[in-house]
T-cell receptor, first 116, second 117 residues
């Protein structure tokens, strides 16, 4: 089956630093990847959609200069949280959609970011 | 814009019993997909079941089935013979039939299901 990995699974960083989260599709080519944010006991909030080789499309209210998304290849997308602050602490989940299936999104296991 | 509403923040069911989780949605589109996802304590999102709006037949996956009422914009999930492993957060989600950026999922707020002995 289609597998999506995320690295790291947990990260703690100091306020003001930047942190990069990787999302990889392991056994399929992901034409589109999605980045979500999930606060405790809440739903998933879509942050941005990225297509391979093009700029990401950010949802309203998401600061694109703060959350940098790069989808450089068909198997890798990265989310960089720049100048992180404690309010950026959250659970970040990526998902990937393969071109061959129009509806299925495969989710990564998530990354817990804690900013101290 | 599409919206998805789950009006039951928490539900509880006894093992081996049946439980139904509710979901309603709002859309002006005629073609779309609906999903139920399960998020256990591990936080890994797992697809439970999918329904294409153009199909009248309700989707079924083993112990999981849906009651899709297109006119009422309702999409409930029935879990039969509940098991302890079914305990999780369940999210209803909507996806447009269109490709491209419109293919994003819109999630409901979730229903936490407890399974008791």
């Amino acid at each position: 089956g289609a597998v999506v990995s995320q690295h790291p699974s947990r990260v703690i960083c100091k306020s003001g630093t930047s942190v990069k989260i990787e999302c990889r599709s392991l056994d399929f080519q992901a034409t589109t990847m999605f980045w979500y944010r999930q606060f405790p006991k809440q739903s998933l909030m879509l942050m941005a959609t990225s297509n391979e080789g093009s700029k990401a499309t950010y949802e309203q209210g998401v600061e694109k200069d703060k959350f940098l998304i790069n989808h450089a290849s068909l198997t890798l997308s990265t989310l960089t949280v720049t100048s992180a602050h404690p309010e950026d602490s959250s659970f970040y989940i990526c998902s990937a959609r393969a071109g061959r299936t129009l509806y299925e999104q495969y989710f990564g296991p998530g990354t817990r970011l804690t900013v101290t | 814009a599409q919206t998805v509403t789950q009006s039951q923040p928490e539900m509880s069911v006894q093992e081996a019993e049946t439980v139904t989780l509710s979901c309603t949605y709002d859309t002006s589109e005629s073609d779309y997909y609906l999903f139920w996802y399960k998020q256990p304590p591990s936080r890994q999102m797992i697809l439970v079941i999918r329904q294409e709006a153009y199909k009248q037949q309700n989707a079924t996956e083993n112990r999981f089935s849906v009651n899709f009422q297109k006119a009422a914009k309702s999409f409930s999930l029935k879990i039969s013979d509940s098991q302890l492993g079914d305990a999780a957060m369940y999210f209803c989600a909507y996806r447009s039939f269109e490709t491209g950026t419109a293919s994003k999922l819109t999630f409901g707020t979730g229903t936490r299901l407890q399974v008791t002995l």
